[in-house]
């Protein structure tokens, strides 16, 4: 059976957890003598990060490394099942007020201290204070901690999405003896030396180069991880990349927007690819425009620039058919997408007519006005041809002059956009699984925090659009909370604080040898404690 948080399956999820766990608990070790233990993996990652703790870091180049290091509480297979980790088992009240999680009582942190409730309360904290998603732990007022291994969260409103918010790349947890106070984490040189109770503890981190992590000898997981080091490494270019796989240099890599090196890929026949290994994240790549300022205060002027891009020529000359439409702020992919929204086809005339109607009329050399126009850096050239497509475009069909800035790297991108020193940008936001962690937090007026990147970065506030989120963050009725989202959805494209392009669902390119790979609806965002060598190179 297949459970989506919010769905009507949900509840018997609840009902059936702890039958569930006994059988699991049982069961889940069956074949551990079975896996082949050692080896090293070589994995290429797409962009470097700044640190290890995605307990204040939301995206892919965290969450990767990040998840071998902090263990969390539940663990999801790749049909959105929940599994036992830290947590051995847990239950939700019929109110959907008190969430009660038992912690295993043999889980060490890397430097032999133990986990405890008080570590669980403290992490929740730190994200719920730190984290660009504001709403994923927003209900939840404390935890308390009656005993060393129960931790009870006490939340102001049920949360349909709690149990996949406890994901590790979503909630670390994090050694409070270490950190000591939620305000002191974001800036703490532990998030670069790092102390976690992940499968694998960090050994090197060099900034820019590479991440390597070795096998935690105390893992609480009995004979886990399989896998003696993990190397984590950033390729100078796709060609490199492609050239590591197809050598054995390197054995996995994460396939986001590079269709050649996608058939390439499917072509070697010692690789394999799992095209839909990130199940659970729903990608949609959007325009995003800062709302504070002319010209993009003016939502005909939004509408207009959408009515200039064709999206199906897009998908069809970069992705090759291979990407689909995004109409919204929710995935296609998700139970709450709606398709009953302005879909923006091309349509110069009204562009144009929109432009002259917001006041911006051509002078005598055709020119309407001059915006800055950037982009999240990608592997590929894909994200600068998108980018110079649009810019013909506009000064073409428009008389819109956009100025492309070509961030350096990365990091030089999401400060510039965190910062809110730009006028429109490409980026590539997840849904991470349910709306609530995921969607509400581009939207929320609350979740307008300047320096956080994938926060409000847009600066969009309608009280209407905030109604709407909250009523269906605590809706339990799938429904129920369908139609609301339904409603949300036609809002959003109606205002267009964000303009969707298109999706692509990401894949991972693995040497067939390794088994255990593309177990979760995270990818490669989840533990690989189960990833092991069936013949070793």
Same mark, same amino acid.
């Given at each position: 059976?297949?459970?989506?948080?919010?769905?009507?399956?949900?509840?018997?999820?609840?009902?059936?957890?702890?039958?569930?766990?006994? /059988?699991?608990?049982?069961?889940?070790?069956?074949?551990?003598?079975?896996?082949?233990?050692?080896?090293?993996?070589?994995?290429? /990652?797409?962009?470097?990060?700044?640190?290890?703790?995605?307990?204040?870091?939301?995206?892919?180049?965290?969450?990767?490394?990040?998840?071998?290091?902090?263990?969390?509480?539940?663990?999801?297979?790749?049909?959105?099942?929940?599994?036992?980790?830290?947590?051995?088992?847990?239950?939700?009240?019929?109110?959907?007020?008190?969430?009660?999680?038992? /912690?295993?009582?043999?889980?060490?942190?890397?430097?032999?201290?133990?986990?405890?409730?008080?570590?669980?309360?403290?992490?929740?904290?730190?994200?719920?204070?730190?984290?660009?998603?504001?709403?994923?732990?927003?209900?939840?007022?404390?935890?308390?901690?009656?005993?060393?291994?129960?931790?009870?969260?006490?939340?102001?409103?049920?949360?349909?999405?709690?149990?996949?918010?406890?994901?590790?790349?979503?909630?670390?947890?994090?050694?409070?003896?270490?950190?000591?106070?939620?305000?002191?984490?974001?800036?703490?040189?532990?998030?670069?030396?790092?102390?976690?109770?992940?499968?694998?503890?960090?050994?090197?981190?060099?900034?820019?180069e590479k991440i390597i992590l070795e096998r935690n000898p105390r893992f609480f997981i009995p004979g886990r991880p399989y896998l003696d080091q993990l190397r984590l490494t950033i390729p100078k270019n796709t060609l490199q990349e492609a050239m590591d796989m197809e050598t054995g240099k390197a054995h996995m890599i994460s396939l986001y927007d590079n269709i050649e090196e996608l058939k390439q890929m499917q072509s070697l026949e010692h690789i394999t690819v799992i095209k839909d290994a990130f199940k659970g994240i729903g990608s949609i790549y959007w325009l995003a425009f800062n709302l504070r300022s002319k010209p993009f205060d003016d939502v005909r002027v939004r509408k207009a620039i959408a009515y200039a891009i064709d999206r199906k020529f897009l998908i069809e000359t970069i992705y090759q058919g291979e990407a689909a439409t995004a109409t919204g702020p929710i995935s296609t992919a998700s139970p709450f997408y709606s398709s009953d929204v302005n879909k923006y086809y091309q349509d110069f005339k009204k562009a144009n007519r929109l432009l002259d109607e917001a006041g911006y009329r051509r002078d005598s050399s055709g020119k309407r006005f001059s915006f800055r126009l950037t982009y999240i850096p990608a592997k590929t050239q894909t994200h600068r041809q998108l980018m110079e497509y649009l810019q013909q475009i506009f000064l073409r069909e428009l008389?819109?002059?956009?100025?492309?800035?070509?961030?350096?790297d990365f990091i030089n991108w999401s400060k510039t956009v965190g910062n809110w020193?730009?006028?429109?940008? /490409?980026?590539?936001?997840y849904n991470w699984g349910d709306p609530v962690i995921g969607v509400h937090r581009t939207y929320l007026s609350s979740n307008i925090r300047k320096g956080v990147i994938w926060s409000n970065t847009q600066g969009y506030s309608n009280p209407v659009a905030d109604a709407l989120m909250e009523k269906a963050s605590k809706e339990l009725n799938f429904v129920k909370r369908k139609k609301l989202y339904a409603e949300f959805q036609t809002l959003i494209a109606d205002e267009l604080p964000i303009y969707p392009l298109y999706q692509f669902d990401f894949a991972i390119a693995h040497d067939k040898r390794l088994k255990g790979v593309g177990n979760s609806i995270w990818g490669m965002m989840s533990p690989m404690d189960d990833v092991y060598w069936d013949k070793k190179p």
């Open positions: 059976m297949r459970f989506r948080c919010g769905t009507p399956n949900f509840k018997k999820l609840l009902s059936l957890c702890s039958l569930f766990i006994l /059988l699991w608990s049982v069961t889940s070790y069956a074949n551990t003598n079975e896996q082949k233990r050692g080896g090293e993996l070589v994995a290429n /990652l797409y962009f470097f990060p700044h640190h290890l703790n995605p307990a204040i870091q939301s995206g892919f180049a965290t969450a990767f490394p990040g998840t071998q290091v902090f263990a969390g509480l539940v663990r999801f297979d790749n049909e959105w099942n929940p599994h036992p980790y830290l947590a051995k088992q847990w239950n939700i009240s019929k109110d959907g007020l008190t969430v009660t999680v038992h /912690l295993v009582e043999n889980a060490l942190f890397h430097d032999g201290h133990p986990i405890t409730s008080e570590d669980v309360a403290f992490s929740v904290m730190t994200v719920k204070t730190l984290h660009p998603f504001k709403s994923m732990m927003a209900p939840v007022q404390r935890v308390d901690t009656p005993d060393r291994y129960t931790a009870v969260f006490r939340l102001n409103k049920p949360h349909p999405a709690i149990i996949l918010a406890m994901s590790p790349a979503l909630l670390p947890i994090l050694p409070k003896h270490i950190y000591g106070s939620p305000e002191k984490v974001k800036a703490h040189p532990a998030n670069k030396q790092t102390v976690g109770s992940g499968p694998f503890i960090l050994k090197k981190f060099v900034p820019g008389g819109v002059e956009a100025k492309i800035e070509h961030p350096k020193d730009f006028d429109v940008s /490409l980026d590539i936001v």
